[in-house]
């Protein structure tokens, strides 16, 4: 008789067979992280399971030694990628053979076509550099549990790899409405200057931008709150993995009846991603306007999942209304007290009060 199998976590095998650090939290700050030598990319890497990630998502970090590069690489899952730190360049192959190639540094953000054939080169001979990317690659190795299939496949996608001037920093804008405003691109050169537009409706001033990136499933967009500010709490289904990109501050997380307010830092190298159903809200106490960008799985274009459908319906709606948003007037006044107490503490003035009356 041969065991029973079950319970098998096909993505979890593979990740435990990579010989290289796996590391688990509500969040964690991405610079820390110890990476070991993975010989799958040629360079350095570690894999990050939040606690939020959910069952599609995974985190990949590499690190690029000093004047070093990646092995090429090519695989049916997608990649959104975010410059941790140092610069260098990225080369992408099409399916006619051409090289689209640019040039990346601290806080860019790339997408990877599906599939495409593509190497990473650290442009510094004294700096490492290093990158994290989310990917579906849970999903994918669990669905088709076979490795050659996800690495080694001549499929070719042409109509995932977008327009050249996609490669260059360009993009392009495809208005809809307030807080879903997209840019299609692969490449944002700078998420700290990047132009947003204003969202209203999410809280005090706020602006963002939504991205289509390689036409893919996968989601991102950026979000930016004033000084003196923070955002609306809202709760949603699990994958969206925030990443701090400028400014300091702090995000609140809660189930639904908890008393207990729970928390977690962030600064640039911070990711944080909120579970299934868990209340949560940002908060900025730096002196400058704090950013961050949220990678998931499901994205405005192909929402994929019903969940990502109704957040992206649902998002800017109160939870009286059947939205997902604690609006100002309905939020627990601990949240406001300890705000304006984080902010005194710094010096710098609270501007809520010009949002919402106390
Ligand atoms: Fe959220």
């Known amino acids: ?14 990740a435990e067979g990579e010989g290289i650090p796996v590391v688990r939290g509500f969040g964690v700050d991405l610079l820390e992280v110890d990476v070991r030598p993975w010989a799958r990319i040629g360079a350095s890497g570690a894999l990050v399971h939040l606690d939020g990630r959910g069952d599609f998502a ?3 970090v590499i690190e690029i030694p000093p004047g070093g590069e990646t092995a090429p690489q090519r695989h049916l899952y997608e990649e959104v990628i975010y410059v941790l730190d140092g610069n260098g360049s990225t080369v992408v192959e099409t399916p006619g053979g051409e090289r689209r190639g640019f040039e990346w540094r601290t806080s860019s953000l790339i997408a990877i076509p599906l599939n495409a ?17 989310v990917t579906d690659l849970p999903l994918v190795l669990n669905v088709f549990r076979n490795e050659a299939f996800v690495f080694e496949n001549p499929t070719v996608f042409p ?3 977008g327009a050249e001037q996609h490669y260059r920093g360009d993009g392009t804008f495809i208005p809809t409405r307030p807080g879903r405003h997209m840019w299609e691109t692969n490449f944002v050169p700078d998420l700290r200057t990047f132009e947003l537009r204003e969202w209203s409706a999410r809280g005090a ?20 709150m004033p000084v003196g500010t923070y955002k609306k709490g809202h709760r949603h289904g699990p ?3 925030v990443f701090a990109v400028t400014g300091e501050g702090y995000s609140l997380y809660w189930y639904e009846a908890e008393r207990e307010l729970r928390r977690f830092d962030w600064k640039h190298g911070g990711v944080f991603a909120p579970a299934d159903r868990l209340y949560h809200q940002h908060f900025n106490v730096s002196p400058e306007p704090a950013r961050y960008l949220a990678i998931a799985f499901g ?37 406001r007290e300890i705000y304006e107490g984080e902010l005194r503490k710094r010096g710098i003035p609270s501007r809520m009060h010009e949002v919402v009356p106390a």
């Open 205 to 224: 001033g706020g602006s963002n931008i939504m991205f289509v990136l390689a036409d893919g499933t996968m989601h991102a967009h950026i979000s930016e």
């Open 117 to 133: 054939r593509y190497q990473h080169f650290n442009g510094s001979g004294r700096r490492s550099a290093r990158l994290a990317s």
């Open 299 to 335: 994205s405005l274009r192909y929402p994929t999942v019903a969940d990502k459908l109704a957040t992206w319906m649902g998002m800017d709606v109160s939870v009286k209304e059947g939205g997902r948003q604690i609006e100002y007037e309905d939020e627990d006044p601990r949240i």
């Open 159 to 161: 109509e995932r790899f």
């Open 239 to 241: 994958d969206f993995h």
């Open 1 to 14: 008789m041969t065991e029973p199998r079950y319970l098998i976590d096909p993505y979890r095998e593979w």
């Open 58 to 60: 995974d985190i990949h």
